[in-house]
């Protein structure tokens, strides 16, 4: 689903003050047509705006919160800031620049809306509605701004504006920021000094993404391949496993893999599967403190995703709410020979279309490398756009029917034999409107004065919605996107059963929403906790873990070749190898 490097910077730099022109890094989740670029543009004003009204609330509810001037607000949000990646230099820097204004409009008591139109970091275009979040004053939303632009005409501040391009034109932001461009445009590590599309740096396309690479220096030694000679000198797969039993003179690996059936899991997906997550303590005055803060130089360098904790392939213990449950650690628990061998190959904002490109960072040789289990799973951005023209703009069934066999064939050509993939239908997202539109989104518990109807209608009026035809209070519009979803997954389903592949078989598999929300009944929870609170689209950390239980129950009851036998070497691979290196 949608949670593209459009929406990214914004909502991310906003928290930091960084309230400057950005534009988009990634492509359209539907047209692929925009190229990658760090320069900023008429099409990002949305997302200015965006990014303007939240740091502005988030400063307004600080002061309010902790009963400070606003000056004290700001210096207390960059105080949050992790100093690593030079954050916190930077919103201070730039604190300086815009700090003086805003404290001058939030002095007369102007709401967001009002402020970020004042400073020009809103538009109204000719012709267009007046976005806003808040309700208006009492005075009205034109009067308002005409007051404030009074206040502010002599400042620098619009000057500052006009003339700054980008927020990468900081010379403190440069270098990270053309790391991760390249990671953006290529879906590739960043550090990877073999070139085996396998690194042993976490973010940035790192291990997070994909098994952590054991040996930068050598490119035949990576995650997934078959072991060499048996790895009786060195671990040439990096499952953690090699040597010879002193005891009889066997390699470890024949002894304890030879006839495993060990294979990897592989996500072709969108940033459901990337597992897209903005922490809503960002920009939730309550809870917010230096610990809120703690993760975001890694959530920077992941492109705001946590696919080390998602549903497919994560492996490390939930720092975002919930439990960790994916189908990598099954595979694991199931065969401990299949250690570290897992990609995580999502996009933000990844549909049947562009992931044609995306699927071209996978890695896996077809003679040197065990088969993979692949989960195709793109849930929602065929029909999901932030047009306001937003069927015209969705995935047609021959246009998926299309886009999927290219998908397929390409993985007919890099896929070992004796693969498997797996074709995970759309979600039914009437389910986002149903649950959460009269809730309070985070921005609005303090002062219970912003529902997700509303964040939903502001994000609509910019035209950057992830998704206008399900986050709509038109019933119609809604009911008319899942129709298409359902189309859509009938052809998944058809492909499944009518086609047939040289390397490996095809399933078809619902999304299961219904089912999780059902166990998620069965613990005691609410539904609308299955729904990330910050943006109010993607599948929350409880979706992932749960998913990955259903997903998993479905494929030993219906399919359990696809997952393999058990090895009956695995207390064996434990007691000789501990934890196989960890990940």
Known sequence: MRGSWQVFPPLFFSLLLLMLPLKDISTSPLSGRAQPTLVSGGSDNGHICLGCVLVVSVIEQLAMFHNCTAKEAIERLCNYLPEILNLQG????????????LIKLLKYKMNADVVCHSIKLCKQNAGQPFCHLYPPPKMGLNKAVRKANRIVRTSKV??????????????????????????????????????????AFPTLRGYHWRGKDCNEGKAIVYPGRRPDNWDVERDSNCNGIWGVDPKDGIPYEKKFCKDAESKGIILLGDSAGAHFHIPPEWMTVAQMSLKSFSDLPVALTNELDWPHFSGTTGFLN??????TDSLYLRLRRRNRCNHRDFQNISKNGGSSKNLLDLMKSLARNQLL?????????????????????????????????????????????????GSHVI???????????????RRYHPLGQLNKDITYEQVYSFLSCLQISPCNGWMSSNETLRNLT???????????KDIARSEMFANFDVF???????????????????????????????????????????IWQKALSEWPHVLGK????NSQIEDVFKDQGGH
């Open 90 to 101: 930077v919103c201070y820097l730039v604190a300086e620049l815009y700090g003086p204004e």
């Open 158 to 199: 619009l000057k500052n504006t006009a003339d700054f391009s980008s927020i990468c034109a900081l010379p403190l932001l440069v270098k990270l920021c053309e790391k991760i461009k390249y990671v953006i445009q290529n879906k590739l590590p960043y550090e990877d000094f073999d070139g085996d599309k396998f690194s």
């Open 318 to 323: 939930s720092t975002i709410g919930g439990w």
């Open 369 to 417: 490398d065990n088969p993979a289990i692949v989960i195709y799973a793109s849930i929602g951005n065929d029909v999901c756009n932030g047009r306001p023209d937003t069927v015209a703009h969705m995935t047609t069934p021959s246009q998926m029917h299309s886009n999927v066999m290219q998908t397929l064939q390409y993985l007919n050509s890099q896929l070992p034999k």
């Open 423 to 437: 074709l995970t239908g759309l979600v039914d997202g009437r389910f986002l409107w149903d649950q959460l539109h």
């Open 482 to 492: 899942s129709e298409r979803a359902l189309q859509l997954s009938n052809v998944l």
């Open 508 to 550: 078809y598999m619902d999304f299961p929403l219904g089912k999780i929300a059902d166990e998620w009944h069965k613990l005691g929870g609410e539904s609308w906790q299955l729904i990330e609170p910050a943006d109010g689209f993607h599948p929350s950390q409880i979706t992932s873990a749960l998913g990955a239980l259903i």
């Open 566 to 569: 058990e090895n009956p070497f």
